[in-house]
């Protein structure tokens, strides 16, 4: 059996990074950037990376930016981040890799230029989209020549309320009459899933996790307008119905789960991640009783009616149920609720935005530690993420709680990133109890579980031989090279 990998290729938001106005030195600066820029820099500039008085590019106060094109700064390539997404991959029987790309945003064509010559990826098999935004699937028309060379329809995975998005902005990709002729256009094979549908895509199993990402506040539909004679009545105000924008996360294979937008994780969510392994004991158990398995197949099944037809050129929008709608997830909300089945989830890639400031549609850092926790992952690995904090700062703050407090190494961006320590260690949501007894910060030290920023380029793996997760080096590609 296979190994299946995981090929990280892009780790940003959905401008990615570095940003040019932060090249340029184009005020105003983003206020967040007083958060890392230690306070005496006015007066005396600190020593390392940032000094306003010196040359481009040491003269750049935003370290994560400046990271990116200051070779000085072992690391700074990991601060070039495209938008969030992976390609998850598996061998078949001919030993041919067959490879998943989750997501195709605005920096596709980028990213697969920097990663697929270097990871070997020669194949584009399927795309699995999370959600109709720009930064996930407006590179569907670069997929035209892998398309024009496989010489067969890609397949394409998404729900329903992305399709409807796609089908406005790209009407020929779904539609050929729509195009003008003259020009190649994409093959694309739509499959409309379920938003709790688990499905297989060249072995690979696949179960959708519908979260949150951000709300919408729209307006009713309009009633009818009063016709001219008629009676004059009050319109009452029309009050905006809040409605969460449904983000599919995934699972592969019951070993790696990947949140990369969310704001709010349904429990109808959480279950179908914690309730994996009692699917995975039934499968690997030596039954006797085959209708042992069988149950276990109906359980792994029962959301699955997965692919609908592909649907007309006309579809309908239906609105998602908010019955569970909460706008912004409490933070943090679930310690110590691990799974009951006590089973570690070896993999879970999640959203992270920001260290400190919350946000309306995407997970910070004490969220998705809090996810973290709640899943027991080995190892969580934060995507999306923005300026200014840079990949050194990710990694000490990971460090930190980790309660490792040994001596940081040199590095340029030393005076910064204690400052932003220490402002993120003061905060309420790390530092203020939730019980009376331990603060956030203490209980992720107690905890002690393993989190890392991930890099565009990195390359991990479950299911070897010698079971567990894994950090490819020899597969990852990066440096400045890239
Ligand atoms: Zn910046
Ligand atoms: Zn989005």
């Given at each position: 059996m296979s190994p299946l990998q995981l090929l990280f290729l892009g780790t940003g938001t959905?401008?990615?990074?570095?940003l040019a106005p932060c090249l340029t030195l184009?005020?105003?600066?983003?206020?967040?950037i007083a958060q890392t820029i230690p306070t005496s820099s006015a007066k005396s500039p600190p020593k390392g990376?940032?000094?306003?008085?010196?040359?481009w590019p040491s003269n750049i106060p935003c370290a994560c930016c400046r990271s990116a094109v200051h070779?000085?700064?072992?690391?700074?390539?990991?601060?070039?981040?495209?938008n969030t997404s992976v390609v998850v991959r598996k061998k078949d029987k001919k030993g041919q890799w067959r490879n998943i790309v989750v997501d195709v945003g605005k920096t596709f064509r980028e990213q697969a230029t920097r990663f697929f010559p270097r990871w070997g990826v020669?194949?584009?098999?399927a795309v699995i989209l999370t959600h109709g935004h720009a930064d996930a699937y407006?590179?569907?028309?670069?997929l035209r020549e892998w398309c024009t060379r496989q010489g067969k329809p890609i397949p394409i995975y998404l729900n329903r309320a992305t399709y409807e998005i796609v089908a406005n902005s790209f009407p020929y990709l779904v539609d050929k009459s729509a195009a003008s002729g003259g020009g190649d256009i994409p093959t694309l094979q739509w499959n409309i899933i379920e938003n709790e549908a688990s499905f297989e895509v060249f072995d690979i199993h696949v179960q959708a996790l519908p979260t949150h990402h951000g709300v919408y506040f729209r307006s009713p539909p309009e009633t009818a307008l009063p016709t001219a004679g008629s009676a004059s009545t009050k319109v009452p105000p029309v009050k905006p119905v809040p409605e969460p924008l449904i983000c599919l996360g995934y699972m592969f294979d019951r070993e790696i789960v990947y949140i990369s937008d969310v704001s709010f994780i349904p429990e109808t969510t959480w279950d179908l991640i914690t309730n994996r392994y009692d699917v995975r004991r039934d499968d690997n158990a030596k039954h006797d009783n085959v209708s042992d398995l069988i149950d276990g197949v109906k359980r792994l099944t029962?959301?699955?009616?997965?692919i609908l037809p592909t649907?007309?050129?006309?579809p309908t929008r239906p609105r998602t149920p908010s019955?569970?709608?909460?706008p912004v997830q409490s933070?943090?909300?679930?310690?110590?609720?691990?799974?009951s089945s006590g089973g570690r989830l070896p993999i879970l890639i999640i959203d992270a935005l920001f260290p400190i400031r919350t946000h309306s549609s995407h997970f910070n850092l004490a969220q998705a530690l809090d996810a973290a926790m709640r899943l027991d992952a080995e190892i969580t690995y934060f995507v999306g993420s923005s300026h200014p904090t840079s990949h050194y700062m990710w990694q000490e703050i990971c460090r930190s709680f980790r309660g490792e407090d040994g001596q940081r190494k040199d590095h340029p961006d030393n005076d910064q990133c204690k400052t932003l320590l220490r402002n993120l260690m003061a905060d309420e949501q790390f530092s203020g109890t939730q019980d009376g007894k331990e603060s956030f910060a203490q209980k992720l030290i107690h905890w002690g579980g393993r989190a890392e920023p991930a890099w565009d380029g990195l390359v991990v793996q479950v299911?070897?031989?010698?079971?567990g997760f894994q950090e490819l080096e020899n597969e990852s590609a990066g440096g400045w090279g890239i």
């Open positions: 959905s401008s990615g990074l570095p184009s005020e105003p600066w983003p206020w967040s990376g940032f000094d306003p008085n010196g040359s070779r000085d700064v072992p690391e700074g390539w990991k601060n070039r981040r495209g020669k194949t584009v098999d407006f590179g569907l028309d670069d029962s959301h699955s009616k997965a649907p007309g050129m006309t019955s569970d709608f909460i933070v943090p909300s679930s310690f110590n609720r691990r799974s299911g070897a031989k010698d079971g």
